[in-house]
């Protein structure tokens, strides 16, 4: 499963946009990348995946580069109800196609 | 929106003793998959199941953890005996089918204290 490298905390400024790195140099050209967040004490929360082209959707958006070695999630108008860890993750392209989490980026909302 | 439901929320046992979670899957889920969160660090898979299989259970104590999903819908998550480093979050998640495609979504979680 490629491995994925992210920022373990992020600050933003409420109705700014946050943007969210996630490095994934080894990815295989069939792996999705997803991103989940996970609120204090809840499940995480799916908010978008892709494969090659940029995704949006009422969430966020999703912007992968073309090489697909990495990516970036946007929030468009962060509110304070967005603070969370986000986890980036290649999702495996084995039989099981498990999501493997990392340490996620801590994003704090800054009012 | 259908949710993967799991119970209970909140569990407290000592240790020796035995506990058990329940998982509901969203209707029609075929994939049902139980992971575990320590405090402070990302969900870990235990096993995954597809209809009533065990796709992948290579992450399971076996010794002391099992689980079932006798008829391919609900599922059962056991400990027994439980150690103080069971403390933990018990997720469950499921989704459509194994395909890359298909969103895995996850219940609220059970919070096991051991003391």
């Known amino acids: 499963d490629a491995k994925t490298t992210q920022p373990p905390s992020m600050d933003c400024a409420e109705g700014r946009a946050a943007n969210l790195p996630c490095n994934h140099s080894t990815i295989s050209g069939n792996e999705y990348v997803y991103w989940y967040r996970q609120i204090h004490s809840q499940g995480p929360q799916y908010i978008i995946h892709?494969?090659?082209n940029n995704e949006t959707n009422e969430m966020a958006s999703l912007i992968i580069t073309e090489d697909r070695k990495s990516s970036t999630l946007i929030l468009p108008h962060a509110t304070l109800r967005d603070t969370a860890v986000y986890y980036c993750?290649?999702?495996?392209?084995?039989?099981?196609?498990?999501?493997?989490f990392g340490s996620g980026t801590q994003l704090t909302v800054l009012p | 929106e259908a949710e993967v439901a799991q119970s209970p929320r909140y569990k407290i046992t000592e240790k020796s003793q035995a506990v058990a979670f329940w998982c509901d899957p969203i209707s029609g889920h075929a994939t049902l998959y139980w992971y575990r969160q320590i405090l402070g660090q990302g969900p870990e898979l235990l096993v995954q199941f597809q209809d009533e299989s065990v796709v992948d259970d290579s992450q399971l104590p076996k010794d002391r953890f099992s689980a079932e999903r006798l008829k391919g819908v609900d599922s059962t998550l056991k400990i027994q005996p439980a150690e103080l480093g069971d403390s933990a979050m018990y997720l469950c998640a499921s989704s459509q089918s194994l395909d890359s495609r298909s969103t895995i979504y996850f219940g609220e979680g059970s919070w096991l204290t051991v003391v």
């Open positions: 892709g494969l090659k």
């Open positions: 993750i290649a999702r495996s392209s084995g039989s099981a196609r498990q999501l493997t």
